[in-house]
């Protein structure tokens, strides 16, 4: 079974420059959720979807941030403009059923992001 | 807020010993805990989840105990390996089917 995958893998912007991170999700995998990972911190929370709903996007910064999952697959993250703090690895992750509670959660190998 | 401490310092052992990880919580006890492994430039593995009324958990060489008294979580390899080597990462449910996660701890295991 192919695994999530992400891109690009590395991204360098100035700042006040837009972004754009896409993520495919494992097959049939109800629940997708984009994680920001500061370094040196573990996955933080932006956004969760259930199929293409959103579930929680208490901690999205929605004045820069925005994000969306088309027929509930694919996913893409965008942040515009971005600031030198948003300097983070961003991962996204799957997982089968729509609750998070027990599932696995499958992650993919994330975007790096630089804000120069 | 429902808050995950791990140990920020790296833990340095020896091949052949037992690598012993701690995992604090606060606030209320979670329903679960999710044990993760994360190699440098990769994501997260998910490698062990146990329920608040388990005691302990095993997977091969890991092993997971949850202790709601302490609000301590304690993840251990045995009979660790240079390829044990890596940030493993300590979430916990947030109540809204979600995860927070700790900041991991970084363990090197000596040959």
């Known amino acids: 079974e192919a695994g999530v995958a992400q891109s690009p893998r590395y991204k360098i912007i100035e700042k006040r420059q837009s972004v754009a991170f896409w993520c495919n999700p494992i097959s049939g995998h109800a629940t997708l959720y984009w994680y920001q990972q500061i370094l040196g911190q573990g996955p933080k929370l932006l956004i969760q979807f259930q199929n293409n709903g959103v579930v929680d996007d208490s901690q999205l910064p929605k004045d820069r941030f925005s994000a969306e999952r088309l027929k509930g697959v694919d996913s893409t993250l965008k942040i515009q403009p971005a600031k030198l703090e948003d300097s983070a690895v961003y991962l996204c992750?799957?997982?089968?059923?729509?609750?998070?509670?027990?599932?696995?959660?499958?992650f993919g190998p994330g975007t790096r992001l630089t804000v120069l | 807020s429902q808050k995950i401490e791990q140990n920020s310092e790296a833990l340095n052992i020896q091949e052949g010993k037992t690598a012993t990880l701690t995992c604090n919580y606060t606030?209320?006890?979670?329903?679960?805990l999710q044990w993760y492994r994360q190699d440098p430039g990769r994501g997260p593995v998910f490698l062990l989840l146990i329920r608040e009324n388990e005691k302990e958990k095993r997977k091969e060489r890991l092993k997971v105990t949850f202790d709601t008294t302490l609000k301590q979580s304690l993840f251990h390899i045995t009979a660790s390996q240079p390829a044990d080597s890596a940030t493993y990462l300590c979430?916990?449910?947030?109540?809204?089917?979600?995860?927070?996660f700790g900041s991991g701890t970084r363990l090197q295991v000596q040959p």
């Open positions: 979430a916990r449910d947030t109540g809204r089917r979600a995860l927070t």
């Open positions: 606030n209320y006890s979670p329903a679960y």
């Open positions: 992750a799957s997982s089968a059923t729509v609750s998070a509670s027990t599932d696995t959660q499958y």
